[in-house]
């Protein structure tokens, strides 16, 4: 929560210095801290805080495929994004309403790792096929795309390990550990690329 | 009991070896990625190196070229007027007459001749075209030239100016003056032009030149087979501005060379060393 917490305030203190794609990753974060703390006062409250994943997707979602959406360069790529917004966020009512009414949101949450991680690779053959003169540690996007490779990829390890930890009856311990690592790691990356990233904007002029 | 205890403990170092396998591939693939787009930007970093100084020679020779063609014409202009000039005025002042009238009127023409002739160096002075380039940028140069040509008597060439003029750098202006005078020689040496017309377009995002002539014209065919020909250089040394080139031409139907500066093009341009 602490890691949150500060990637929240440096989103909110360098939003106005940000570039149009990650303006919408420095929305993204307060909006996650809120939902967590909520997420958290509704498990010791009503000890039941499952609603609070079927809210924050539609919005992590829109947030992360904007930031895409923006540093993408391919048109195909672009549109494909801008569909799969609404798309998505359908889905999400739909999946919360009937399909996992009162459950983990996880239909939505897989769904939305693999487009992410989709987003990370389509990002780095952007970043290879580019003349950037930058180097690769000055880039936000790849600490973007990389946090969200490590996380998406970790999610799908971590669920795929748990019907079988749960089957063999292994203590989940391990897997628990795993993921608030994770956590930590996602919002360390995310605010390492909120902490470099500025908008370049120049506009060309003849000497 | 102690059997389950072993298969327990098998599982979980099972769960623990897929799971660092996975990572040990995640992070190859970061690794991976990072040498490759390092490998990248080396290549990509010499390869603009290597531009840069092929763009640095080419602008050499551009230069040289200028000052050769400026050269060359002051040394005919003093050659062919301004030597004539000055032989007949000491001709005329060495031949002695008695009649004092006749004498005066000799000195009057001499003086002319010599105020001509002073009017004439002063016009030379300032035909450093590299230098009037910088000073007076590219549309007063070229109206200047323009005007020298015209009074050649060799070829008429009008210039039109569309938008209030800016200044495009003076290495994009050198070539691009470059590739006037080049049209020029062309039009004179090769297509026996009579006529040229010189368009200038200063618009907000673009700058356009168009050189048109009426000579014999030629097969733009001829372009693939003579890489090094005078033509070809026009088109890649506007390539090297960031321009684009266009030649048009037909046998019988004359010439015309258009040339854009495009801003969207020119942002690669845009770091103040062009």
């Known amino acids: 929560m602490s890691v949150l917490l500060t990637t929240s305030v440096v989103a909110m203190i360098r939003y106005r210095y940000l570039s149009v794609a990650f303006k919408s990753t420095a929305i993204l974060m307060p909006l996650t801290f809120i939902n967590e703390t909520v997420a958290k006062i509704l498990a010791r409250t009503v000890h039941n805080n499952l609603i609070c994943s079927h809210v924050l997707t539609p919005f992590e979602f829109t947030c992360i495929s904007l930031t895409y959406y923006h540093f993408l360069k391919n048109v195909t790529t672009k549109k ?4 799969f917004i609404p798309i998505f966020c359908v889905f999400d009512i739909i999946n919360a309403i009937w399909i996992q009414r009162g459950q983990f949101a996880s239909n939505s949450i897989l769904t939305e790792l693999i487009f992410f991680v989709v987003y990370a690779m389509l990002s780095y053959k952007q970043l290879i096929l580019s003349d950037e003169e930058r180097s690769l540690a000055m880039q ?3 600490w973007l795309s990389t946090a969200w490779l490590l996380f998406g990829s970790t999610i799908f ?7 079988y ?16 690592y994770m956590n930590i790691l996602l919002y360390l990356l995310i605010l390492v690329a909120l902490v470099i990233d500025k908008d370049e904007k120049k506009r060309f002029k003849y000497r | 009991m102690r059997k389950e205890g072993l298969d327990i403990n098998n599982d979980i170092i099972t769960v623990v070896f897929i799971a660092c396998l996975f990572f040990a591939l995640i992070v190859s693939f970061l690794i991976f990625f990072v040498v490759l787009y390092n490998r990248r930007q080396a290549r990509n970093r010499r390869e603009k ?19 050769d063609q400026t050269l060359s014409y002051i040394s005919r202009e003093i050659h062919d007027n301004i030597t004539q000039v000055l032989s007949f005025v000491k001709l005329s002042l060495g031949v002695k007459t008695a009649d004092p009238e006749q004498n005066r009127a000799k000195i009057n023409e001499s003086r002319e001749l010599l105020a001509q002739a002073i009017n004439d160096l002063r016009d030379l002075s300032k035909s450093l075209s590299f230098d009037s380039i910088k000073a007076m940028g590219l549309t007063n140069t070229l109206e200047r030239e323009i005007k020298r040509i015209n009074n050649s008597g060799l070829i008429t060439v009008t ?5 209030e003029a800016y200044t495009l750098g003076e290495k994009r202006e050198l070539v691009i003056f470059r590739i006037f005078q080049e049209s020029v020689n062309n039009a004179l ?13 200063y618009s907000e995002k673009v700058f356009n030149l168009t050189i048109s002539d009426n000579g014999e014209g030629f097969d733009t065919r001829i372009l693939n087979d003579f890489e090094g020909s005078g033509l070809n250089n026009m088109l890649n040394r506007a390539k090297l501005i960031g321009a684009k080139a266009n030649i048009e031409s037909a046998v019988g139907k004359g010439c015309r060379i258009s040339l854009t500066l495009d801003e969207v093009i020119q942002q690669i341009y845009a770091d103040g060393t062009y």
Do not use: C, R
């Not at chain 1, 494909?80 to 569909?83: C, K, S, T």
């Not at chain 1, 390890?157 to 019907?163: D, G, V, Y």
């Not at chain 2, 090769?190 to 377009?201: D, G, I």
């Open chain 2, 49 to 67: 190196a290597d531009l840069q100084s092929h763009y640095k020679q080419e602008l050499l020779k551009t230069q040289i070229e200028v000052q």
């Open chain 1, 80 to 83: 494909a994004i801008g569909l």
């Open chain 1, 140 to 142: 936000p996007i790849f």
């Open chain 1, 165 to 180: 930890v749960v089957a063999h009856h292994i203590k989940q311990d391990i897997l628990h550990h795993l993921l608030t």
């Open chain 2, 189 to 201: 040496k090769h297509a026996n032009a009579k006529q040229m017309k010189v368009e200038l377009l």
């Open chain 1, 157 to 163: 390890l971590k669920w795929a390990l748990q019907n």
């Open chain 2, 159 to 163: 210039l039109q100016v569309d938008g």
